[in-house]
């Protein structure tokens, strides 16, 4: 037990990181904590980040949530994977598909068995090996731990969920004596004279709220983070060129695609995610190769609905702070950082710095040690990603607009080239520790973006030919026979997660 413990968190800012940070802390400390969450409904939250990894089912988990009642909380659907669309040359679509492919044979990844495959003519594409892939494909939803009774693991799925509907369930799921709501306008920050630590924020109204540990989740501002602490901030747009978006709602497209769709546009790609109420849409684009005004109307050319409200604006600053985690002040959302949504990664890592937090919680010595050990974790974690999000467009054959051919030549980090260069001598994806991103996550955008393995492991050719087509054939064939067992989305949402038509 600790001489000091912390006993009151105050968080800054009730968009979706400060809901999750108050719902995952007070689950976690119960009335050992005093949590008070400041929100402002005149600042109003970014209102975007619909569509998630499968990670998020820990928050259902930790929070003992159903996740069928999320769903019809949040007007929410299926998330089985994302289908990119002109990315890797204009007319190319591949899927990210959540989940495995294929089956280990003998001691090697199953990549190598089919990248030996593919050298044969008419040989099927690596998707048809994931189960993900086939229900994306027919527009299909279950929930199987396995295919059938084989060694084939089941569907892997996340969601497509309102946002603003999402951040109100999980504000529901807090206990309001452990979590106090103020509503107001922090005007003011005081710090201590002996360390800068932060001792109190003030409202508008004049009220002051004191706490042992601060939360900032206040969005793109970091009130406390950098507007306070001067955390800094390390700027990746000379690697990720996009730094606008513009979003839309528009009305509902049927049948529900059980799949995000990231369509490559000429300066940039545009998102469609299904909600059982509406489409979520938006451009995500760089504003040095297209207008704002341009943006916008190419979101609008390219909606399957009607639009439902007026396209929004939002200007970012892909990085992250140099410290997320500086004094006793945690950033956590988007005053953390920014990455484009891509690969939907802005609510895990939400999640995922809450889990940290609550394996360092510190006490009032805040301990540098764990600070530093903080920083590094979760810098690591934000610049896999950024690789990751960097090979969609560096490995890009487009040459079509100025945008892809400034994407083409963009300078990437070492750590990305050192797994490209390995990928395109053997075949073999290494990744390195705790990175988000499976192998096969990474397999399916190298692969889908036309990144050739000069060769494959000799051990794949231990088997015979006659051994390999029957390996393979039988996989194809419990996949298929699994798919069209089960329902299409739309039905299984309509059973088991519809939910009441919006007010
Ligand atoms: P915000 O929603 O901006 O909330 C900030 C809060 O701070 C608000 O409550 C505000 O009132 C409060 N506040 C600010 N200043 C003050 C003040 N002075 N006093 C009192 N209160 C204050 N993530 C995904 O996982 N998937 C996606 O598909 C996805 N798409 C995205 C698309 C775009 C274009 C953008 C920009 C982001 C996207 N994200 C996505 C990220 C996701 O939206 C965010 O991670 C998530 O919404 C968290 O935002 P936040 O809570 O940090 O900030």
Redesign the pocket.
Known sequence: MSASPIRTVVI???????WITAALLSRAFGPNLAIRL????A??????????IPQIQHINRFLGLDEREVLKASQGTYKLGIQFNDWGRVGDSYLHAFGDIGLPLGLIPFQHYWLRDRQRDGAPDLWAYSINAHACQAGRMAQMERVGDSPLTGLRHAYHLD?GLYARYLRKQCDPAVVQRVE????DVSLRDTDGFIESVRLENGDVIEGDLFVD?????G?LIEQTLHAGYDDWNHWLPCNR?T?VASSRMAPLRPYTQANARAAGWQ?R?PLQHRNGN?H?YASDFISDDEAAATLLANLEGKALTEPRL?R?NTGCRRRFWHRNCIA????AG?ME?LE???????QSAVSRLLSMFPDRSFDPALIDEYNRQTRFEYERIRDFLILHYRATERRDTPFWRHCSHIEIPDSLQRKLDVFRASGQIYRDGEELFTDVGWLQVLIGQHIEPQRYHALADAVSPQQLDEFLAHIRTLLNRATDQMPTHEAFIERHCKAPPPP
């Open positions: 800054l800012g009730g968009g979706t990181a400060g400041v929100e402002s409904d600042i109003g939250t970014v209102g975007v980040g619909e569509a998630t946002a107001g306008k922090v005007v989740c206040s969005g793109f501002r009130l978006a979003a998102w995610i938006g995500v939002l970012f956590i959302g988007l005053s920014f949504p939907s990664t802005g609510i895990h890592l939400i």
